[in-house]
């Protein structure tokens, strides 16, 4: 080793860079981030050592936070404290991302948010030490709530899960929905995590309304399709899934699923480069990988990158570099982090296909439109994030 070398490893806090995935791997959400979030960032950390032949170690540790905010925050604690943890990373559930935030704050440490959706994290809940990665409740609702408008689905009736998360979902949607002309004519909310929700889709179904938002997520969205379909609810009245991830489209067949539009921050059958990630990701997971693993890999690529490239660990020296170089991977083209922590990229309008349009397996989508980032994500002059100078 030289001496430049030595020099710089000596600016590696212990000579080690360590990643941890505080994820769901036993709930409702481990299908959409789990296990197959600890498969990206090792993915990451493996393509970096390969392309950047790194001069540090870098070390991942991953854990369940079983979708609870106390027990995703004394696992992050016990991690910066004892784990030389330097980065959090995936955080699916908002208030599991919300309480790891708060703690990563505190201790001057790093977290990389692709799992959890609410607009809170860039907002009032907002730090400097935070990145939201994938999407959130507003570029949701920005693309399918007004794609369904404009459709002819003008009067809304929600069934939102019972957390910050559902709550964010349905206030951004509405927001859209009125915005484009339509009415909301209502709405229920259910415990999270919830099994049976026929109370709630009868309601749903006397209102009346065009549309039946979905503002819930995993198995909560699935089963709600399920029994919506079981009850003849549909199509008499239009569902909106408003958070459906390509594993709920293959968990629901597309016999089920046909024709609803969705948002989402990547599709594995875009282009030449998702595809040939995807199939890696295939190859080792037995799925195709969802917005959540995707945006897993590139935040931990990205991070990596920036440590390199400052020559340090350093969490607001690794921030600045991560702030004032564009992400540009096969998840994200020109990407920016912006002042808020929002990493503001282009989202996708797709409706599912119908069995017939589909021409192989995971064909699931036809993408409808390019969302570019800066109309997708809340524009920062309406932000309430106090880093944000007015």
């Known amino acids: 080793?030289?001496?430049?070398?030595?020099?710089?490893?000596?600016?590696?806090?212990?000579?080690?860079?360590?990643?941890?995935?505080?994820?769901?791997?036993?709930?409702?959400?481990?299908?959409?981030?789990?296990?197959?979030s600890v498969l990206a960032a090792q993915m990451a950390i493996d393509d970096f050592k390969a392309q950047a032949k790194p001069n540090f170690k870098i070390e991942m540790i991953s854990a369940d936070h079983q979708n609870k905010g106390d027990i995703a925050a004394n696992i992050s604690r016990e991690w910066f404290d004892t784990k030389n943890v330097d980065v959090i990373v995936d955080l699916v559930t908002t208030s599991t991302a919300l309480a790891v935030m708060k703690v990563a704050k505190e201790k001057n440490k790093i977290t990389l948010v692709s799992g959890a959706a609410s607009t809170r994290i860039?907002?009032?809940?907002?730090?400097?030490?935070?990145?939201?990665?994938?999407?959130?409740?507003?570029?949701?609702?920005?693309g399918t709530g007004r794609a369904v408008v404009k459709q002819g689905?003008?009067?809304?009736?929600?069934?939102?899960?019972?957390?910050?998360?559902?709550?964010?979902?349905?206030?951004?949607?509405?927001?859209?929905?009125?915005?484009?002309?339509?009415?909301?004519?209502?709405?229920?909310?259910?415990?999270?995590?919830?099994?049976?929700?026929?109370?709630?889709?009868?309601?749903?179904?006397?209102?009346?309304?065009?549309?039946?938002?979905?503002?819930?997520?995993?198995?909560?969205?699935?089963?709600?399709?399920?029994q919506a379909v079981e009850f003849g609810i549909t199509p008499k009245q239009t569902l909106a899934g408003l958070l459906l991830f390509i594993t709920d489209i293959h968990s629901l067949g597309l016999k089920t699923a046909q024709n609803m539009y969705l948002t989402t921050g990547?599709?594995?059958?875009?282009?030449?480069?998702?595809?040939?990630?995807?199939?890696?990701?295939?190859?080792?997971?037995?799925?195709?990988?969802?917005?959540?693993?995707?945006?897993?890999?590139?935040?931990?690529?990205?991070?990596?990158?920036?440590?390199?490239?400052?020559?340090?660990?350093?969490?607001?020296?690794?921030?600045?570099k991560m702030k004032e170089t564009p992400v540009n991977d096969f998840f994200a083209h020109n990407g920016r982090i912006r002042e808020d922590g929002r990493m503001v990229h282009d989202m996708y309008l797709v409706q599912v296909k119908?069995?017939?349009?589909?021409?192989?397996?995971?064909?699931?989508?036809?993408?409808r439109q390019v969302i570019p980032g800066d109309q997708a994500y809340q524009p920062l002059s309406e932000s309430r994030c106090p880093l944000v100078k007015k």
């Open 1 to 36: 080793m030289g001496v430049n070398q030595a020099l710089a490893v000596d600016k590696i806090s212990d000579g080690v860079v360590k990643i941890g995935v505080l994820t769901d791997l036993s709930g409702l959400y481990s299908d959409l981030s789990g296990s197959g």
């Open 122 to 142: 860039t907002n009032e809940d907002c730090t400097d030490t935070n990145v939201h990665w994938a999407y959130d409740t507003y570029a949701l609702a920005t």
């Open 153 to 226: 689905g003008n009067t809304w009736f929600f069934i939102t899960a019972d957390y910050a998360f559902g709550q964010s979902l349905e206030a951004d949607t509405a927001k859209v929905v009125i915005a484009s002309g339509g009415k909301v004519l209502g709405s229920v909310r259910h415990p999270f995590p919830g099994t049976d929700f026929s109370s709630f889709l009868l309601k749903a179904q006397a209102s009346g309304a065009k549309v039946i938002g979905l503002a819930n997520a995993g198995t909560d969205t699935t089963n709600s399709i399920k």
């Open 266 to 320: 990547f599709y594995w059958n875009y282009n030449d480069e998702t595809r040939a990630w995807s199939k890696r990701f295939f190859e080792k997971h037995g799925s195709m990988p969802t917005m959540v693993h995707a945006g897993v890999y590139s935040s931990v690529m990205h991070y990596l990158n920036a440590v390199k490239a400052a020559g340090t660990d350093d969490t607001s020296t690794v921030m600045k």
């Open 354 to 367: 119908t069995p017939a349009e589909s021409t192989k397996p995971w064909d699931y989508y036809n993408v």
